[in-house]
């Protein structure tokens, strides 16, 4: 009868009280090629972009000088913002305007950078549909669905959680 | 000295002596005085004084005299309360010229890291998906097209 040193090294951690759990997990080889942790946090922004009028939303401040050299709007209104967290491997969602969708689903964490497959969904059809690598809290846009006298941007990213 | 003084009261001779060196003594003052001043010394000044020039102390023995001289705290005073100020200015410029905290703690970060994405694929059922990627601000946009009305655009 062989016994695996598996299970001696379990054995030996049950005898002095600790988890064999513990023992369990530094067997297994690293299967999992990224997730420093379980989760992600995955957050969107819905933007109202249009022309009329001049307004910049101050919540916007970090994103002033992208939507000057990107578009050419004159007024940008933060219209939702969300965050959540979602384990590897899971679908999170968000309610956009316009009876739009917005689905997200996070793959892995490599080579600093988060792969996630993004879905934009309006009515029945996507009008998005990628997948995607984005440095770890780095930011995409989504622009063009219109909305009203304007058009919606949606700025959507990822933040590795430790 | 007073047996000499007395002796010269007595002594006819002596006496006659003592005035006859008291008037050599006169003549010769008188002589040595005449003669110094006729002597021209309005150029003795400035000729002396060009002398002096060319023994100039240096510049760190002139530095010395000129600190013990006097009181001259306010030689570090000053410059200590200049720099003091140079450096409260210069933080009050840095203060100033921070973006303005944005009104929610958790708004977007992005213009202080990469967010150029790879995008590894891209399916639309839109007219036009064009994808902008802007080195400038190294940021990838996604751009849909649709002139398609939809319930959005209906307020």
């Known amino acids: 009868m062989t016994v695996s040193p598996c299970v001696v090294v379990s054995a030996l951690l049950a005898l002095v009280g600790m988890?064999?759990?513990?023992?369990?997990q530094e067997e297994l080889p690293n299967v999992v090629s990224s997730p420093a942790s379980n989760a992600v946090e995955v957050r969107i922004?819905?933007?109202?972009?249009?022309?009329?009028?001049?307004?910049?939303?101050?919540?916007l401040a970090s994103l002033h000088r992208q939507f000057d050299t990107l578009f050419p709007y004159s007024s940008y209104r933060l219209v939702k913002e969300e965050r959540q967290r979602v384990p590897w491997g899971g679908k999170v969602g968000f309610d956009?305007?316009?009876?739009?969708?917005v689905m997200v689903i996070p793959k892995e964490f490599k080579n600093e950078r988060?792969?996630?497959?993004?879905?934009?969904?309006?009515?029945?059809?996507?009008i998005v549909d990628t997948f995607l690598s984005l440095r770890n809290h780095g930011t995409f846009l989504v622009g063009g669905p219109r909305q009203h006298e304007?058009?919606?941007?949606?700025?959507?990213?990822a933040d590795m959680l430790p | 000295m007073r047996a000499v003084a007395l002796h010269g009261t007595r002594c006819q001779s002596c006496e006659t002596e003592l005035r006859q060196i008291e008037r050599v003594q006169e003549l010769v003052n008188h002589t040595m005085h005449a003669r110094a001043d006729s002597i021209d010394l309005s150029d003795f000044w400035s000729g002396?004084?060009?002398?002096?020039?060319?023994?100039?102390?240096?510049?760190r023995e002139r530095l010395q005299m000129w600190?013990?001289?006097?009181?001259?705290?306010?030689?570090?005073?000053?410059?200590?309360?200049?720099?003091?100020?140079?450096?409260a200015l210069f933080a009050v410029w840095l203060f100033a010229r921070a973006p303005e905290p944005t009104t929610q703690p958790d708004a977007p970060r992005i213009a202080a890291v990469d967010n150029a994405a790879t995008i590894e694929s891209l399916e639309s059922d839109v007219d036009s998906v064009a994808v902008v990627s802007d080195p400038e601000t190294r940021t990838t946009v996604l751009w849909v097209s649709d002139e398609t009305p939809v319930g959005g655009d209906v307020p």
């Open chain 2, 67 to 87: 600190w013990s001289e006097g009181d001259h705290r306010w030689v570090i005073r000053v410059p200590a309360l200049a720099a003091a100020a140079a450096v």
């Open chain 1, 19 to 24: 988890p064999v759990t513990l023992a369990a």
């Open chain 1, 150 to 157: 304007g058009v919606l941007i949606l700025s959507i990213g």
């Open chain 1, 45 to 59: 922004g819905a933007v109202l972009a249009s022309n009329s009028g001049k307004e910049f939303d101050a919540r």
């Open chain 1, 114 to 126: 988060v792969s996630m497959k993004v879905m934009v969904i309006e009515g029945s059809r996507p």
């Open chain 1, 96 to 101: 956009i305007p316009g009876g739009r969708y």
């Open chain 2, 48 to 59: 002396v004084e060009s002398r002096l020039g060319t023994i100039r102390p240096s510049w």
